[in-house]
């Protein structure tokens, strides 16, 4: 048997498996959020994105360069609520803190949270979700700040055929300047994309031809 027949089926296998490694992974999905970013006033009914278990929703903060000369930088506080709180935009009772966005300031660019869309969670304060539900998570600024209230509604994908549940689940752009399970990462600029397998199984499939 030749080397390259001998390998073939082991480049295959490798590659299957990488690519079902990434649909496991996830996506990112960024939300800049801020009272400069339109989509939190579109017309259409507010700032929603859809997400499917496993991919992870990350919120960056307002960041500011330098001090402004005039006014003060945003700052709030995070929630997620139920429908009701998100159509009035204010915190109801049973209400989760999720993060502060307090440092406009940050030396090394914007702060950023992470969620992870997940079915289960090992932590006491992490967040489980469920296919075919929707969340919803608002901002009230702090005291001292000249933000408004914004609103955000997380579709989660995707709703099951045989379930009779309504699809609403209570709590169980570029940052204004530049236009974990619950952890806050400051981040400069954008995060390099992850190196993908795929592309090393690709090489594994091309390798066994020099070998002819």
Same mark, same amino acid.
């Given at each position: 048997?030749? %080397?390259?027949?001998?390998?073939?089926?082991?480049?295959?296998?490798?590659? &299957?498996?990488?690519? #079902? +490694?990434?649909?496991?992974?996830?996506?990112?999905?960024?939300?800049?959020?801020?009272?400069?970013? /339109?989509? @939190?006033?579109?017309?259409?009914?507010?700032?929603?994105?859809?997400?499917?278990?496993?991919?992870?929703?990350?919120?960056?903060? /307002?960041?500011?360069?330098?001090?402004?000369?005039?006014?003060?930088?945003?700052?709030?506080?995070? #929630?997620?609520?139920?429908?009701?709180?998100?159509?009035?935009?204010?915190?109801?009772?049973? +209400? $989760?803190?999720? &993060?502060? !966005?307090?440092?406009?300031?940050?030396?090394?660019?914007?702060?950023?949270?992470?969620?992870?869309?997940?079915?289960?969670? /090992?932590?006491?304060?992490?967040?489980?979700?469920?296919?075919?539900?929707?969340?919803?998570?608002?901002?009230? %600024?702090? %005291?001292?700040?000249?933000?408004?209230? #914004?609103?955000?509604?997380?579709?989660?994908?995707?709703? +099951?055929? =045989?379930?009779?549940?309504?699809? =609403?689940?209570?709590?169980?752009?570029?940052?204004?300047?530049?236009?974990?399970?619950?952890?806050?990462?400051?981040?400069?600029?954008?995060? /390099?994309?992850?190196?993908?397998?795929?592309?090393? !199984?690709? +090489?594994? $499939?091309?390798?066994?031809? @020099? &070998?002819?």
């Amino acid at each position: 048997m030749r %080397p390259m027949e001998a390998l073939l089926p082991w480049g295959l296998l490798v590659f &299957w498996g990488a690519l #079902l +490694a990434r649909q496991v992974r996830g996506l990112r999905h960024s939300v800049y959020w801020n009272a400069s970013n /339109p989509r @939190f006033f579109n017309s259409d009914g507010g700032y929603t994105i859809q997400v499917s278990i496993n991919d992870y929703l990350d919120i960056y903060c /307002p960041h500011y360069e330098r001090a402004l000369v005039l006014g003060k930088p945003e700052s709030f506080t995070l #929630l997620m609520v139920n429908a009701e709180g998100y159509q009035g935009c204010y915190e109801t009772p049973g +209400a $989760l803190k999720r &993060w502060e !966005c307090n440092r406009p300031y940050a030396a090394y660019g914007a702060v950023r949270f992470s969620e992870k869309i997940q079915r289960f969670t /090992p932590f006491s304060l992490g967040i489980e979700f469920q296919s075919g539900r929707e969340y919803y998570y608002i901002s009230i %600024p702090a %005291p001292e700040s000249p933000g408004q209230c #914004l609103k955000l509604r997380v579709s989660v994908c995707c709703k +099951a055929t =045989t379930t009779t549940d309504p699809a =609403t689940e209570g709590p169980k752009s570029q940052p204004r300047g530049r236009g974990s399970p619950e952890k806050a990462v400051v981040i400069r600029g954008r995060s /390099p994309a992850p190196i993908h397998l795929s592309v090393a !199984c690709l +090489a594994l $499939l091309v390798v066994p031809f @020099f &070998w002819l």
